[in-house]
């Protein structure tokens, strides 16, 4: 695995024993990681560990009931041009007259009231970023009409186009096949090391990031553990995460995340039922 | 008259004060109608368009019960009824639908209810007709200026709030996340809807006020791939079709049964329906030849083997 000293340099994102409550059960508790300016880090994590919920609390949708969220040292705000975000959900009509080129426009300037003018250097800008992502062959497509992949690229594009610091990306490989989800783990490593932005993207499998994560963030039930992924990813550590037994497998070049038999440890967890093979 | 207009502009179009209005009022509408369309498409909300059109019918009816101007009593309602959506958070949670139908089918029996009483008063069945079909002909010059007020208003909303508008319409996540304020937005934006659809009440009628709205916006999303021509071309079609509507109805009074004339609302209607079909037939016929082309290379295919 990749050392974690690869990217190193001052932190972009610091999380700092980060508790958040909703509806009387606890999302988060105790979270604490960081991510360091160019480094390329996967949150891993089931389904309900909390992974959306720390991306709503680094967003500032969500505030923790406990803890800090800093960006680039500073306290996190709405609007932090520094923090670009693709979405897992991303819903839109096939007929929906808005092309590509449109939605990455928007990333430039969508906070500002009216129209925007329309300037060669802006379209220069959009050109350019369509072209980072490989998307100008569908550039003048419906956003709505284009695969799964094509709309990733098209909305790290509109998030790229800002000029950000740190891009998060909620499970962009849930909707992809195997091929398009190699693709877009081999263009948000190479945007990440030639343009030294910092990537935070969850996933529920960590199989596929393996070869360019720098650094890992492990959730389970609210938890989190982070460092180099040959730390993290130990029988020792995660069977802590998990408050129960679980086995790290290595096989070939794939690791499997295999929990115990329950009631190994006592602590009966509601999450852990539904994961056999973790990742 | 030109002997090439006279067939279509029945003799007096021109001249007739009644025309004047009609048309400075439909076109107004229609322009107003078809850029808040667009986003209605858009943001998948032409239920709540049609419940707009199902409160204001109430208004317009309870306007003529308290005698004043039915353009107020489908303003007034429309407003009531954006306040009570976002009370209840229509456009936040799909699962309200069931709420919101029993409001609208309460709101369209007080309509009843007012329509039967104002009905008994004047015996006429004007204001039926008029609130629940719209009767652009009877509208009054003197409304200009408030239709003139109102359309600018409900587009200038849109206008203002156009990129935030568009991303919170097209991602409210991606929007949320680049700090705007998307309730607020929201918000905004059934405003200006519910003076859109008071506005084509005045012109189709409560009822079909949601034909003028999704009608065009619709058949442009099938002719345009961007934004800003989605809109440009709704609101043209909006006021080609009002326009047109307007024309067949006056010549209609030279049709059977002799001296009714058809109503504009008809026209408009069939127009839109027209026009959303006909932007589809491109589609059809692509979708047709691809498939011609398989069965061919299919049977050559066969033949070869």
Redesign the interface.
Known sequence: MNGTQSAAGREILEVDGVWVGLGGREILRDVSFSVGAGEFTGLIGANGAGKTTLFRVI???QSPSAGRVLVAGRPRS???PL?G?V?Q??L??P?????AR??VG?GV????????RPSRARTALVEEMLEAVDATSFA????GNLSGGEQQRV?IA?ALISQPRLLLLDEPLANLDLASGQEIVALLSRISREQRIAVLISAHEMNPLLPVMDRIVYMAAGRAASGATDQVVTTEVLSDLYGRHVDVLHLHDRVLVIAGAPGDHGSANGALESIEIVS | MNRFLSPVFAPGFFESSTIHTALAVGGLVAVASGVVGVFTVLRGQSFAGHAFGDVETTGGSGAYLVGIGPLWGFLIAGLAGAAAMEAIGVQRARGRDLATGIVLGAALGLAALFLYLSTTASSTTGATVTVLFGSIFAVSSSTIPLVIVLSAVSVAIIAVLYRPLLLSSVSSELAAARGIPVRVVGALYLLSLAVAVALAAITIGAILSTALLIGPAATALRLTKSPGRAILTAGLLGVATTCIGIVLAYDSFHWPPAGHGWPVSFFVVALVLFFYLLAGLPELLRARAAKTDHTTRRATAEMAA
């Open positions: 967003l500032g949708l709405r609007r932090n923090i975000y979405p959900k991303f839109l009509d007929d929906a007259p808005l092309r449109d939605l928007l300037d969508a906070h500002r009231l009216g129209f925007s003048d497509a419906r956003v909305l509109h």
